[in-house]
């Protein structure tokens, strides 16, 4: 049908080809690597335990975009619209608060792994993985700001008990679908202004995440990962979960460590930090966001920070190590079509790495040619991959281009607007 995106893409392959890149090889790899999206872009991080719960944790979705999702059904719906446009066969990230209760009113440590067997059958008809989160903030027992790090001990066993539950329930969904579940824990721990005693809550930290990881579970089925921070809203002058708390820890006990694009200073970007912590932990998650100015969770742009990461990844070979996913909440736009934007960057910026003639500017630094590899970096940037992108679009059946918009639009009208 699209015959002009296919010539496009026939040129394209010459110019690649005269690079040494096969593009028709960086395509087929494509369609191998998942991109995990997290629901909560779907309704704001709220779930479904409590509608009026708000936000907490130091963490804040801004905007009033109508037609957010309400029930698991209808974030269901949008997650299916959201992938019918993304080239590729992607996984899906839930956090503990969206499960299916049925109706029942659910408290934090009442979910089950059975409240998840819908999302596992919807998984299993469409080929998704599913990744997972305790909800460790967004309930009384974290008003003070404090979960698993707490001076409480009833507080800390409180959020234990719901990190061991949710790495059952990771272990049962990962089990059900054959494709190992990586739980992540985040925690929002932290002061607002300066500490007087910055060590205990990081002694009681280790004690408490010993104890939720206490109990093996089978790495077919479960990963564990942890997920570290700078700071957060409210958190602003300390937070226990810091990078070099969680680089001992992934380290000292063989777990993922989770390095979320927003959770550095903010000339600091992860691309740098992969290829050091890959020396020291078996396997790496990402949460692939934007931060503007702070950790503000922008969708994902086609920006410079994010091609340097999948260089990265790309480069060292490391992406059969490494677990792609997404971290962003936009509430002031359609949520749908923030998921699509952001993961078809992803991927898109995915592609541009793969389409790298590696070995020849990695020969060029090895030989001492810096000037070589600068002009060729730099040549690399004027190729023609929005037309690889586009075979890729056509291939996989999803809109090419700006096209997609057209759908998200029709969704709106005929599904978001009726969201009272
Ligand atoms: C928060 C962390 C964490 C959350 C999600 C909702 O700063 O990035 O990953 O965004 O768990
Ligand atoms: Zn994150």
Not at 8 to 18: D, H
Not at 274 to 300: A, C, K
Not at 325 to 338: C, E, M
Request: hydrophobic residues 40%; charged residues 20%; proline residues 4%.
């Amino acid at each position: 049908m699209s015959n002009s995106i296919e010539q496009a893409y026939t040129l394209a392959q010459e110019r690649y080809a005269a690079l040494g890149v096969d593009t028709d090889a960086a395509l087929e790899k494509l369609a191998t690597i998942p991109i995990s999206l997290h629901c909560w872009q779907g309704d704001d991080v709220i779930g479904f335990e409590d509608p009026d719960r708000g936000l907490s944790g130091g963490i804040m979705a801004t905007g009033n975009y109508p037609g957010k999702a309400r029930t698991p059904d209808e974030l269901r719906q949008d997650l299916d619209m959201a992938y019918s446009l993304i080239p590729g066969t992607h996984r899906l990230n839930l956090h503990a608060i969206y499960g299916d209760s049925d109706g029942a009113k659910l408290d934090r440590n009442d979910w089950q792994p059975h409240h998840f067997d819908k999302w596992i059958a919807w998984a299993k008809e469409n080929n998704h993985g599913i990744d997972f989160n305790p909800t460790c903030f967004s309930h009384p027992m974290a008003d003070s700001g404090f979960t698993l790090a707490s001076l409480d001990q009833g507080v800390r066993d409180f959020w234990i008990e719901h990190c061991r539950i949710s790495r059952e329930i990771g272990a049962h969904i990962g089990e059900q679908l054959g494709t190992p579940c990586v739980t992540n824990v985040w925690i929002p721990d932290g002061y607002k202004d300066t500490p007087a005693n910055r060590r205990v809550h990081r002694e009681l930290l280790v004690q408490s995440l010993d104890e939720v990881f206490a109990a093996p579970l089978d790495p077919r089925h479960n990963l564990d990962a942890v997920e570290a921070k700078l700071f957060g809203i409210g958190s602003e002058s300390y937070v226990v979960g810091s990078h070099e708390f969680y680089m001992g820890y992934a380290t000292s006990r063989q777990t993922l460590l989770c390095l979320d694009a927003g959770h550095f200073h903010p000339t600091e970007t992860i691309a740098d930090k992969i290829s050091s912590v890959m020396l020291y932990v078996p396997e790496l998650l990402l949460h692939v966001s934007r931060g503007v100015r702070w950790d503000s969770d922008h969708v994902v742009t086609l920006t410079d920070e994010l091609q340097a990461i999948m260089q990265e990844l790309v480069r060292g070979n490391f992406l059969v190590r490494t677990h792609i996913g997404l971290d962003f909440f936009d509430a002031s736009i359609n949520r749908v079509a923030a998921w699509t934007i952001g993961t078809r960057n992803a991927v898109r910026a995915l592609l541009m790495a793969l389409l790298e003639p590696t070995e020849h500017l990695q020969k060029l630094e090895a030989s001492g040619d810096f000037t070589s590899r600068l002009a060729l970096l730099e040549e690399l940037k004027g190729m023609p991959f929005g037309a690889v992108w586009d075979q890729y679009c056509q291939q996989q059946n999803v809109p090419v281009g700006y096209a997609f918009m057209d759908e998200i639009r029709t969704y709106e009208k005929q599904i978001l607007a009726q969201r009272g």
